[in-house]
């Protein structure tokens, strides 16, 4: 279910209060918490993780956020070598093609320096939504080799993307899955190999990134698990590319971004119906 915008903004900033006011009773005084208490507490005793909480829940896809440098990825090695990861901040352009026969196809290109874009990668959906074959695919634009597979898991408690590394003999990094329980919508990555089991998220690992946001607005941003935003989604243009229906996403320097654009054009999909209606009432 969606939660009113204004009872969102009520929420986000209630939380930030709360932490505020927290204060712990020694000898029969009010005392603030020691520093290594608050290490220990909750996530959002973090001033940077408080405000994350107030975009994010506000829908404000990155606006105030900064994209954050990565020294590391949470799996090894990155997907691609030559597409993957960059020293520089980079920003794509996603578009949804207008013909096609699988309705989950999308033709992603990256803006380059000086003006003008270069074909990156495409994305494939599959013709036929039955168990193995429900299966979205990244390609090199360029080579036509395939990078990255997201298979949908057609029984599972929320839609969910077991996450492969391309080509022959793929091999299974993780998976996407929505979280259950949330004020609002939210979908966490996992790593494979991190242990845990279970549906309900007591017996899971903690996700290596957090995708949060207004995904009916396609104005989201991904965060790791120490809450560093690695990549913004925007339909509002980030930089002027060529004059074509697209929305933009902007990759942090190490930062993945053939498994960024594989997340959010599954979850492009996820809210597709909304997004249909949403051009309906447009026009």
Same mark, same amino acid.
């Given at each position: ?7 969102? @903004?009520?929420?986000?900033?209630? %939380? ?20 290594? %208490?608050?290490? !220990?507490?909750?996530?959002? #005793? #973090? ?6 909480? @107030? ?12 994209? *954050? ?8 090695? *990155? ?6 990861? #960059? ?7 996603? $578009? ?31 013709? =036929? !939504? ?5 299966? =979205? ?13 997201? +298979? ?25 899955? /929505? /979280? ?44 790791? +698990?120490?809450? $560093? ?16 229906? !697209? ?29 249909? *209606? ?6």
């Amino acid at each position: 279910m969606r939660l009113p915008s204004s009872f969102r @903004i009520a929420l986000a900033f209630a %939380f930030v209060w709360c932490d505020c006011q927290c204060f712990l009773v020694l000898d029969g005084q009010k005392k603030r918490p020691s520093a290594q %208490f608050l290490r !220990h507490h909750h996530e959002s #005793s #973090s001033i940077r993780l408080q405000m994350n909480l @107030i975009s994010d829940m506000l829908g404000g896809g990155g606006f105030f956020s900064k994209l *954050e440098p990565q020294d590391s990825l949470p799996y090894s090695p *990155e997907v691609c070598p030559t597409h993957s990861c #960059s020293n520089d901040v980079r920003t794509f352009a996603v $578009q949804e093609r207008w013909l096609s026969f699988t309705g989950e196809d999308f033709d992603v290109v990256e803006a380059i320096e000086g003006g003008g874009s270069r074909p990156f990668v495409k994305v494939r959906g599959a013709m =036929m !939504h039955l168990p193995g074959k429900d299966k =979205m695919r990244l390609f090199n634009a360029k080579t036509g080799d395939e990078l990255l597979v997201l +298979d949908r898991k057609l029984v599972a408690a929320t839609p969910t993307y077991d996450i492969y590394r391309g080509g022959w003999n793929a091999e299974k990094i993780g998976w996407m899955e /929505k /979280k259950m329980i949330s004020f609002t919508d939210t979908f966490d990555v996992y790593m494979e190999g991190k242990g845990g089991f279970g549906v309900t998220g007591l017996f899971k690992p903690n996700p290596a990134y957090r995708i949060t946001g207004d995904f009916l607005d396609r104005n989201f941003v991904i965060r790791n +698990d120490q809450g $560093q935003c690695v990549a913004v989604v925007r339909e509002d243009w980030i930089v002027e590319l060529d004059s074509f229906n !697209h929305y933009q996403v902007q990759v942090a320097p190490g930062m993945d971004a053939v498994l960024v654009l594989a997340c959010l054009c599954a979850i492009d999909e996820e809210f597709d119906e909304e997004h249909k *209606e949403k051009k309906k009432q447009k026009s």
